[in-house]
C-alpha cells in the first residue's frame, strides 16, 4: 500500500466523514467501559482541555471561544459518531455525539477558521425538552454558512418521541444556538426517525433526508433556505426501504442538478433514487449489490456517472455492527439508469472492514476512507482512491486504536465517522479509542 502524506493534529490522527447509524442507535450510549491499548504511531496527545462551562445536567454549558488544537474532550465522559464539513476559506465543523456521565447526550463540536491549526473549545446543542441527541451531520453552503442535523429522542415510554433537528452556526463566536424542527411542526410526541444525511445545493439550500417508521417505511426528503420553513416529500414508502439513506449531487451542474438517494433495502441489497424535479419526486432504480451489510452506504456523482460504495459480508442483523468482508463500489455512467459490474476497493485478506464514505477528492479522483483491521486487534483508519473507480491504490492513513463492535462499550468505533473535502487536501474525523474511552480525532491529508 502507498503511504499518503498526512498532517495530525489534536487527539491522535484523524478522519471524519458525515452518516448515520441504525434504526436503535439512538441510545443512552454505551454503560460500561473497556480499556484499549495504544496502537502507538506518529500522534499529538490533547489531553483534557476544554470546556466544562456553567451548563445544564450533563455539562452541556458553553465551553467556546479559545483557540487551541483539536480535541473532543470537554465537559463529556466520552465521544463517538462524528461528522465534519469544511468551506473553500479554511473553515470546517466538526460535530460528535458526547455522552455525560448523568447519562444525557447532546452534540458536540468544535470550530476552526485556519485550515485546522487551531480550533475552538468542544461546545455543545442539545435537542430541546430534555431530549436526548444522536446522529450528527454537518454541512456548509457556496456562501460559508454551515448547518447541523440531528436526531432528538427520548428513551423509555411506549411510542417514540423523536424528531429531526437543524442548526446554523451563528455570531462570531461561531455558535449552533436555535435548534429548528426540520421534520415537522414539533408538537407530535408519537414520531419514529432515523439516520439524518445532509447536503447542499448549487444555489445554497440545505437538503435533508431521513427514514420515517413511523408507519410503512418510508423516507422523507426536506428542502430549506432559511431554516424556517421546510418543503418535504415522502418516497420509498413501498416496503422496500431498509434503512441507512445518503444523498448526493453534482452542484456544478446548477440548480437543476440530479438527486441521489441510496439506501439500504430488503434482502441485503441496495436501491438508489434519483429526482430530476428538486426532490419532489423520486425514481427508484436496482443496484446489483448482494450480502449489503447493514452499514451506510454512500455515493458520489460527477455529470451522469454516479458511484455508490457499501460494505459487503455475511450475518446482516439489523443495527448491528457486522463488519465487512470486503468493500464494494458500484458506478452507472448514465445517472442510475444501468449499473457496471461491482469492483472489490479493499485489498487484504483475512480483514475486516467497517463504515466506507466515498467522496470526490478535491483533486478529481474518488476516495473511499474505512476503518480496517481484525476484531480485538489493531484498527486503522484507510483511503483507497481511484481515478475512474475501476483500479484503486489503498493507503494508511491512521491507526484507531482496537477493532470494537460492542456497542455497549465506550470504545466502540461509533457507526460512522466523517471526511470533508477542501481546496488542496481531504480532513477526516473520527472514532479513535486509543485511550481508555472513545475521543474524536482530526487530521488533513492529501491523495496518493
Given at each position: 500500500?502507498?503511504?499518503?502524506?498526512?498532517?495530525?493534529?489534536?487527539?491522535?490522527?484523524?478522519?471524519?466523514?458525515?452518516?448515520?447509524?441504525?434504526?436503535?442507535?439512538?441510545?443512552?450510549?454505551?454503560?460500561?467501559?473497556?480499556?484499549?491499548?495504544?496502537?502507538?504511531?506518529?500522534?499529538?496527545?490533547?489531553?483534557?482541555?476544554?470546556?466544562?462551562?456553567?451548563?445544564?445536567?450533563?455539562?452541556?454549558?458553553?465551553?467556546?471561544?479559545?483557540?487551541?488544537?483539536?480535541?473532543?474532550?470537554?465537559?463529556?465522559?466520552?465521544?463517538?459518531?462524528?461528522?465534519?464539513?469544511?468551506?473553500?476559506?479554511?473553515?470546517?465543523?466538526?460535530?460528535?455525539?458526547?455522552?455525560?456521565?448523568?447519562?444525557?447526550?447532546?452534540?458536540?463540536?468544535?470550530?476552526?477558521?485556519?485550515?485546522g491549526t487551531s480550533w475552538t473549545a468542544p461546545r455543545y446543542v442539545a435537542a430541546p425538552d430534555g431530549r436526548r441527541s444522536s446522529n450528527p451531520t454537518v454541512a456548509v453552503n457556496g456562501a460559508g454558512q454551515f448547518a447541523l442535523s440531528w436526531i432528538g429522542f427520548r428513551l423509555g415510554g411506549?411510542?417514540?418521541?423523536?424528531?429531526?433537528?437543524?442548526?446554523?452556526?451563528?455570531?462570531?463566536?461561531?455558535?449552533?444556538?436555535?435548534?429548528?424542527?426540520?421534520?415537522?411542526?414539533?408538537?407530535?410526541?408519537?414520531?419514529?426517525?432515523?439516520?439524518?444525511?445532509?447536503?447542499?445545493?448549487?444555489?445554497?439550500?440545505?437538503?435533508?433526508?431521513?427514514?420515517?417508521?413511523?408507519?410503512?417505511?418510508?423516507?422523507?426528503?426536506?428542502?430549506?433556505?432559511?431554516?424556517?420553513?421546510?418543503?418535504?416529500?415522502?418516497?420509498?414508502?413501498?416496503?422496500?426501504?431498509?434503512?441507512?439513506?445518503?444523498?448526493?449531487?453534482?452542484?456544478?451542474?446548477?440548480?437543476?442538478?440530479?438527486?441521489?438517494?441510496?439506501?439500504?433495502?430488503?434482502?441485503?441489497?441496495?436501491?438508489?433514487?434519483?429526482?430530476?424535479?428538486?426532490?419532489?419526486?423520486?425514481?427508484?432504480?436496482?443496484?446489483?449489490?448482494?450480502?449489503?451489510?447493514?452499514?451506510?452506504?454512500?455515493?458520489?456523482?460527477?455529470?451522469?456517472?454516479?458511484?455508490?460504495?457499501?460494505?459487503?459480508?455475511?450475518?446482516?442483523?439489523?443495527?448491528?455492527?457486522?463488519?465487512?468482508?470486503?468493500?464494494?463500489?458500484?458506478?452507472?455512467?448514465?445517472?442510475?439508469?444501468?449499473?457496471?459490474?461491482?469492483?472489490?476497493?479493499?485489498?487484504v485478506s483475512g480483514d475486516v472492514y467497517l463504515y466506507p464514505r466515498l467522496v470526490q477528492s478535491y483533486d478529481g479522483k474518488l476516495a473511499t476512507a474505512y476503518y480496517q483491521g481484525r476484531v480485538g486487534e489493531p484498527v486503522s483508519l484507510v483511503v483507497s482512491t481511484s481515478q475512474n473507480g475501476?483500479?484503486?491504490?489503498?493507503?494508511?492513513?491512521?491507526?484507531?486504536?482496537?477493532?470494537?463492535?460492542?456497542?455497549?462499550?465506550?470504545?466502540?468505533?461509533?457507526?460512522?465517522?466523517?471526511?470533508?473535502?477542501?481546496?488542496?487536501?481531504?480532513?477526516?474525523?473520527?472514532?479513535?479509542?486509543?485511550?481508555?474511552?472513545?475521543?474524536?480525532?482530526?487530521?488533513?491529508?492529501?491523495?496518493?
Amino acid at each position: 500500500m502507498k503511504l499518503a502524506s498526512v498532517v495530525v493534529l489534536g487527539t491522535s490522527l484523524a478522519f471524519g466523514i458525515a452518516a448515520g447509524c441504525s434504526g436503535d442507535d439512538e441510545t443512552a450510549g454505551p454503560s460500561s467501559s473497556s480499556s484499549s491499548s495504544s496502537t502507538g504511531g506518529s500522534t499529538t496527545g490533547s489531553g483534557g482541555a476544554g470546556g466544562t462551562g456553567a451548563g445544564e445536567a450533563g455539562g452541556m454549558g458553553g465551553a467556546g471561544g479559545v483557540a487551541m488544537p483539536f480535541t473532543s474532550q470537554g465537559s463529556s465522559s466520552y465521544e463517538a459518531q462524528t461528522s465534519i464539513a469544511a468551506d473553500d476559506q479554511g473553515g470546517m465543523v466538526a460535530a460528535w455525539i458526547a455522552f455525560f456521565d448523568d447519562d444525557t447526550t447532546a452534540i458536540g463540536y468544535a470550530v476552526t477558521r485556519d485550515g485546522g491549526t487551531s480550533w475552538t473549545a468542544p461546545r455543545y446543542v442539545a435537542a430541546p425538552d430534555g431530549r436526548r441527541s444522536s446522529n450528527p451531520t454537518v454541512a456548509v453552503n457556496g456562501a460559508g454558512q454551515f448547518a447541523l442535523s440531528w436526531i432528538g429522542f427520548r428513551l423509555g415510554g411506549t411510542v417514540p418521541d423523536e424528531h429531526v433537528y437543524l442548526a446554523f452556526l451563528e455570531g462570531a463566536d461561531d455558535a449552533f444556538v436555535t435548534p429548528l424542527v426540520a421534520s415537522d411542526d414539533g408538537t407530535a410526541d408519537t414520531l419514529d426517525f432515523d439516520k439524518p444525511s445532509l447536503a447542499v445545493d448549487a444555489v445554497g439550500d440545505f437538503l435533508l433526508t431521513w427514514a420515517d417508521f413511523t408507519a410503512t417505511p418510508a423516507l422523507t426528503f426536506a428542502r430549506t433556505s432559511d431554516g424556517s420553513s421546510f418543503d418535504r416529500h415522502s418516497f420509498a414508502g413501498d416496503m422496500t426501504f431498509g434503512n441507512l439513506a445518503s444523498l448526493c449531487l453534482d452542484r456544478s451542474l446548477g440548480p437543476n442538478a440530479p438527486l441521489y438517494v441510496v439506501h439500504l433495502a430488503i434482502g441485503a441489497t441496495l436501491v438508489v433514487h434519483r429526482s430530476i424535479d428538486g426532490g419532489v419526486t423520486w425514481t427508484p432504480h436496482t443496484v446489483p449489490a448482494s450480502d449489503v451489510l447493514f452499514q451506510d452506504p454512500t455515493c458520489a456523482a460527477v455529470g451522469s456517472d454516479l458511484w455508490i460504495a457499501y460494505a459487503v459480508g455475511t450475518g446482516f442483523v439489523p443495527g448491528s455492527d457486522t463488519p465487512a468482508d470486503r468493500i464494494e463500489v458500484v458506478h452507472s455512467t448514465d445517472g442510475g439508469d444501468t449499473m457496471l459490474t461491482p469492483v472489490e476497493v479493499s485489498d487484504v485478506s483475512g480483514d475486516v472492514y467497517l463504515y466506507p464514505r466515498l467522496v470526490q477528492s478535491y483533486d478529481g479522483k474518488l476516495a473511499t476512507a474505512y476503518y480496517q483491521g481484525r476484531v480485538g486487534e489493531p484498527v486503522s483508519l484507510v483511503v483507497s482512491t481511484s481515478q475512474n473507480g475501476t483500479t484503486w491504490t489503498t493507503s494508511p492513513i491512521a491507526p484507531a486504536g482496537t477493532f470494537t463492535l460492542d456497542t455497549t462499550l465506550a470504545n466502540w468505533l461509533g457507526a460512522y465517522f466523517g471526511v470533508a473535502v477542501g481546496q488542496d487536501r481531504l480532513a477526516a474525523t473520527f472514532t479513535d479509542n486509543s485511550g481508555v474511552k472513545d475521543r474524536i480525532s482530526f487530521a488533513t491529508f492529501v491523495t496518493p
